[in-house]
């Protein structure tokens, strides 16, 4: 996290028809036609304070203006400006991403979609939510309890990005390993095409299939194919409160041992995470935690069914035929929410040990973990780096996180070669470069490798059906 920039080229974008159309002041002034001053901000210092998401990394240009439409009317006359004048057009949420993906660029439009926070309806005959593109994850959450529901999708940052950001990177979180991840959950999207065209996509029946699959497309395009201005998604029965437990392990192989042994042993926790040495230390320097630092793993594991203590005692009996070397289920609900923070706190502490990080997003076969494990480890060695792990093991979604001094070049050299060799195993092992955080800028020459040049010539040409013109968050994944 924290972030280095530098100016971003975006030449491929066409002149518009009267060259002095996208000049600024007629910019703002078309801009003005349509939406109110309050949403318009020029200020330099205001619209360089939208220039970055979270990734280290990744060049940022210098937006514009930053526009913060309340209506899907207002985003549709920004789209009809922008492509009038051929604007390019940044769309973003709350700027929690990892790869540089709502980034701006320069003399772009930056569209940030917070103003749109509205939950429009929860229906638990239905059992589906509404929302506007701005509503923050944990809030809906927190709203559709009130009903007896669940929305699973969890990031860990959860209290600050939003659900348009969400579908935006296909995002997953902590009970990924049961419930699946965003993409499950979105069933139908309001989508502003490039030219300001509305158009929507799926449903918001219990199933259906007419057509090509749009609203899928749209999850993980990273704002490069419309802007999301409302979806309808899934919602779930609230299932009991979970428990969870610590076990702690001599090495991260048996840990990742025990992963194989839950998992083929046919258990379904509601989460299975792991945190290494480096990880659990620096969670304890930041938060205090108490956690055990003398672990080299420690697993966390929930059941969130009828029976979670029963549930957890045979996932515990499996972690100490791995070897585990302390079992620890938590009392009640209260515990279990502490290590689950702990969790979350993860990614913000590894940040605090060299004030930098580069977080990769490795996701591979479950039965590849202890491999991706010690490769890290040998990466870490070898570049004489602090990188600590923290994964979603039961998806094998590893974060190997490095943590540098962004003031020193040499070790700034190192942080990156290390980040892309992690990649470089990651696709070694049949996993992929990214499990949840997308591609953005930070891993476009990567996207390339995994997908190969016929999968980015198509991808490039769905691409075009959408946004001919180019406008639409141009410079990200290809
Ligand atoms: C501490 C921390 C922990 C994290 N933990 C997790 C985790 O557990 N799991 C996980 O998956 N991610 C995690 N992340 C990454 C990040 O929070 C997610 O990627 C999140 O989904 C981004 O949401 P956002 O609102 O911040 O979107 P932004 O970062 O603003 O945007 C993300 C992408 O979506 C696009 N976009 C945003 N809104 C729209 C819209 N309305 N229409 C079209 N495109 C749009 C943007 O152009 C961009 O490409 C974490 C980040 C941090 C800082």
Request: hydrophobic residues 45%; contains cysteine; charged residues 20%.
């Amino acid at each position: 996290m924290a972030v280095e920039c530098e100016p971003v080229i975006m030449s491929r974008i066409e002149a518009p028809p009267d060259k002095d159309a996208a000049a600024p002041g007629n910019l703002l002034d078309r801009l003005l036609g349509g939406l109110p001053a309050e949403a318009v901000l020029t200020d330099p210092d205001i619209t360089a304070s939208y220039a970055n998401d979270m990734a280290s990394f990744c060049p940022a240009g210098a937006p514009a203006v930053v526009v913060l439409p309340r209506t899907v009317e207002e985003v549709q006359h920004v789209m009809r400006t922008a492509t009038e004048l051929r604007v390019p057009v940044v769309p973003q949420g709350a700027r929690t991403g990892l790869s540089g993906a709502a980034n701006a660029s320069d003399g772009c439009i930056v569209l940030s979609l917070t103003k749109m926070d509205r939950i429009l309806e929860i229906n638990p005959v239905d059992r589906i939510a509404v929302v506007e593109p701005g509503v923050i994850n944990a809030a809906l959450s927190r709203a559709v309890n009130e009903h007896g529901l669940y929305y699973p999708p969890d990031p860990s940052s959860w209290e600050m990005c939003t659900i348009g950001g969400n579908i935006g990177t296909a995002s997953g979180g902590l009970c990924c390993v049961k419930y699946g991840v965003t993409a499950e959950y979105v069933l139908g999207l309001d989508v502003v095409l490039a030219d300001g065209r509305l158009m929507s996509t799926g449903r918001r029946t219990a199933k259906g299939v007419a057509g090509y699959d749009l609203t899928r497309l749209f999850v993980g395009s990273e704002g490069s194919l419309g802007i999301v201005v409302r979806a309808i998604l899934a919602l779930k029965p609230q299932p009991p409160e979970q428990l969870v437990l610590a076990a702690e392990f001599a090495s991260g192989a048996a840990a990742c041992d025990a992963v194989c042994r839950i998992m083929a042993g046919g258990h379904v926790p509601s989460l299975l995470e792991l945190m290494d040495r480096t990880t659990v230390k620096a969670v304890n320097d930041l938060a205090h935690m108490g956690l055990p630092e003398s672990t080299e793993a420690l697993l966390l594991a929930a059941f969130d069914t009828a029976d979670p203590a029963a549930d957890l005692a045979a996932l515990g009996a499996l972690c100490e035929a791995a070897g585990a070397t302390q079992v620890v289920p938590a009392d009640d609900a209260a515990e279990s929410e502490l290590l689950l923070k702990a969790r979350r706190l993860s990614l913000t502490a590894l940040e605090a040990v060299k004030g930098t990080t580069m977080i990769d997003d490795v996701c591979v076969p479950r039965s590849r973990l202890g491999e991706l494990l010690e490769g890290t480890e040998r990466i870490a060695e070898k570049h004489q780096l602090t990188i600590g792990v923290v994964a979603h093991a039961g998806d094998g979604n590893t974060h190997p996180t490095v943590c540098f001094d962004a003031a020193d070049p040499d070790e700034s050299r190192r942080a990156r070669e290390s980040f892309d060799e992690i990649m470089a195993l990651g696709l070694e092992l049949g996993g992929t470069i990214t499990g949840e955080h997308g591609v953005g800028v930070l891993k476009k020459e990567w996207l390339a490798r995994e997908i190969g040049p016929v999968g980015v010539e198509m991808q490039r040409a769905i691409k075009a059906a959408f946004d001919p013109l180019g406008i639409l968050n141009p410079g990200k994944l290809f």
